[in-house]
């Protein structure tokens, strides 16, 4: 069972509010990720981090933001919430190289709706 | 540039009946390979592996084999559940290090 936690499950929140997505493992994975989830199933890559400090902008361009400044701890933030921003956002980690490279634990996900 | 092409939904069968579903990639060199699997409700858990061609990743009952003349990565079963219900991705990593690129997803319904 992975040890990835995502909260809340489900947010739903009115226009121009700020969300933060919390995401935590306790695994000491380096890496961690942001996948944005289309109702149609298709997972965007966002956001994704290489370790502490470091963050970087992935394949869908997105104008959520994300830290790093713990190892477990990689938190994404919607400064004013649109409904266009409504969708499943998943959180998931991976060692940094080594025979599981490659292998992502996932959280169960955060399941935005904006109004 | 790389990407992973599957097969699209929904596959609907009966308990019991034999399931495939079709990946086909494009990426030079020799990419890792991979199948997740997102049950209801849940996140992405690995399903399986392949690392290098010919290798035949298999779990729970499920098995993929790497070809490399096919550039494919077919996913079977034998006699699916209806708890084998969910989601299936595949996915590729070109390199070591390197962020996976995923297929867009096959729901599987699986009926009684």
């Known amino acids: 069972e992975a040890d990835i936690y995502q909260t809340p499950r489900y947010l739903v929140i009115g226009t121009g509010k700020k969300i933060t997505l919390e995401c935590s493992q306790t695994?000491?994975?380096?890496?961690m990720y942001w996948y944005q989830q289309d109702p149609g199933m298709e997972l965007h890559l966002i956001h994704y981090?290489?370790?502490?400090?470091?963050?970087e902008k992935g394949d869908l361009s997105s104008e959520s933001t994300v830290s790093r400044i713990r190892t477990e701890h990689f938190p994404l933030t919607l400064e004013s919430a649109r409904p266009s921003h409504t969708s499943q956002y998943l959180c998931?980690?991976?060692?940094?190289?080594?025979?599981?490279?490659?292998?992502?634990?996932f959280g169960e996900g955060s399941r935005l709706t904006v109004l | 540039g790389n990407s992973v092409t599957q097969m699209e939904g929904p596959v609907t069968l009966s308990e019991e009946a034999f399931l495939t579903i079709n990946c086909t990639y494009t990426?030079?060199?020799?990419?890792?390979l991979f199948w997740y699997v997102q049950y209801p409700g849940e996140g992405l858990q690995l399903l399986l592996k392949?690392?290098?061609?010919?290798d035949k990743g298999s779990n729970k009952g499920f098995e993929a084999t790497y070809r490399k003349e096919t550039t494919s990565f077919h996913l079977e079963k034998g006699s699916v559940q209806v708890s084998d219900s969910a989601v299936y991705f595949c996915?590729?990593?070109?390199?070591?290090?390197?962020?996976?690129?995923f297929g867009g997803g096959t729901r599987v319904l699986v009926k009684p």
């Open positions: 998931a980690s991976s060692e940094l190289s080594g025979q599981r490279d490659g292998e992502l634990f």
């Open positions: 695994m000491g994975h380096d890496k």
């Open positions: 981090s290489y370790g502490v400090n470091s963050t």
């Open positions: 990426a030079t060199g020799y990419p890792s």
């Open positions: 392949a690392t290098k061609a010919d």
């Open positions: 996915a590729l990593q070109k390199a070591a290090g390197n962020k996976l690129t």
